[in-house]
């Protein structure tokens, strides 16, 4: 009986021990992460621009130069955009456009990439300061590295194209 109660003792022990193991998906993610912030992407967990979206996402930046900024714009994956919101490309709708049309050939690099996403990659967004992409980590950082000539690509495709070339817009008129 009595080793009966030191099994107990041990298991109560151990038991807080083993929880606090990481699990498979969680080791396959901090790698995953830390992966791509050698590779220069900045890794957060954010609030996605979803509607009654509450839930942190991991959101993985590609940022803009500085001196370049980059356009304005959102596009969301068809399962979670409004039927009334303007198709981009297959599976794809604009949340925000950009204010300057993306020329062609841009637009096509974009396209391309859209269509190569995971199914768990559910916003892509850009604004002055970076390029995002929102999505829920399912794959490894073999399959991730696949993207980032992409994005870099297009990082440097948008970069000096902001949707408010002079800045704040136009000047104030003179006081009285």
């Known amino acids: 009986m009595i080793w009966l109660y030191i099994l107990l003792a041990m298991l109560l022990v151990i038991s807080p021990v083993m929880w606090l193991k990481p699990s498979p998906r969680q080791k396959r993610v901090a790698a995953l992460r830390q992966a791509a912030m050698q590779h220069g992407v900045k890794v957060t967990l954010k609030r996605p621009p979803l509607h009654d979206?509450?839930?942190?996402?991991?959101?993985?930046?590609?940022?803009?130069?500085?001196?370049?900024?980059?356009p304005d714009f959102t596009l969301v994956r068809e399962t979670h955009a409004a039927a009334a919101l303007k198709p981009f490309t297959h599976d794809w709708r604009w949340r925000t456009e950009p204010l300057r049309p993306l020329p062609e050939p841009l637009a096509a690099r974009l396209k391309a990439l859209l269509e190569r996403l995971p199914q768990d990659a559910l916003v892509v967004e850009s604004d002055p300061r970076a390029l995002t992409l929102w999505w829920g980590e399912s794959q490894g950082f073999a399959r991730f590295s696949t993207y980032l000539p992409d994005f870099e690509a297009l990082r440097d495709g948008l970069a000096g194209r902001p949707d408010d070339p002079g800045g704040s817009g136009p000047p104030a008129p003179p006081p009285g």
Do not use: L
């Not at 979206?53 to 980059?70: F, L, N, T």
């Open 53 to 70: 979206d509450k839930v942190p996402m991991p959101a993985y930046r590609w940022h803009y130069p500085v001196q370049r900024p980059g």
